[in-house]
């Protein structure tokens, strides 16, 4: 198993990308769930790299390596962890170490604000791997959404801003209001959503137009 995944959507948005090639202690298991949610994370790991928290996992936690499969510096650069499709060990909580990548900012977001290089650096690596796997933005979450007594990504990151930053750049927001109609009656035709409002910020157009998109590939 290999991060090539990562590694295109990464080098297609025209990131800079480190790969330590990660000796895992065991060998890493595949999910055998399809990878359908990203799990946002923050870590206290400022200035350090994913070769450090991965060495601090095995030896402090007693894991097999680093949990999370990718990391964004706060210089906007991608660092490799566990091969996307392997089973994290980021977010235990209702089984999403078995359906989610687990990707980590670097950066403690309780006390801090996210750098605009970093942030549009995260957006376009997550929109990268959307366009490839066709993952719903609607399942973006942060940890704390499934680990409620934790506040990761921190209380001052921008997930709600991520999501809608990461459609706009998939979608184009020109293109938005155009496709809103007939992505509705599309969706409504092939019975994919019954287009009632998600519960997170994504609006009904963009949500219903992301699924067009996919459906229509």
Not at 62 to 85: A, I, K, M, Q
Not at 99 to 104: H, P
Not at 140 to 150: E, F, P, Q, V
Request: charged share 25%; net charge positive.
């Amino acid at each position: 198993m290999s991060n090539n995944l990562i590694k295109k959507a990464a080098y297609d948005a025209g990131l800079k990308v480190i790969d330590y090639e990660l000796d895992f202690v065991n060998p890493l298991k595949k999910s055998n769930l399809k990878i359908d949610h990203i799990i946002i994370h923050h870590d206290i790991w400022e200035g350090g790299t994913m070769q450090q928290i991965h060495d601090d996992h095995i030896h402090h936690r007693g894991w097999s390596g680093v949990g999370y499969h990718v990391r964004v510096r706060t210089d906007g650069t991608v660092e490799l962890g566990r091969p996307f499709g392997c089973i994290g060990a980021h977010c235990k909580e209702e089984s999403m170490n078995h359906r989610s990548a687990g990707i980590v900012f670097e950066g403690n977001f309780d006390t801090k604000h996210i750098s605009e290089k970093q942030f549009e650096a995260g957006v376009k690596l997550i929109a990268g791997i959307l366009r490839i796997t066709g993952i719903n933005p609607k399942n973006i979450k942060g940890h704390r959404d499934y680990a409620h007594y934790k506040t990761c990504p921190g209380g001052l990151f921008p997930l709600d801003s991520l999501i809608k930053r990461v459609i706009e750049v998939i979608l184009g927001t020109e293109e938005v209001s155009a496709f809103a109609k007939e992505a509705y009656l599309y969706v409504k035709s092939k019975g994919i959503s019954d287009g009632s409002r998600p519960k997170d910020t994504v609006t009904r157009e963009e949500l219903w137009t992301m699924i067009y998109r996919m459906a229509k590939q």
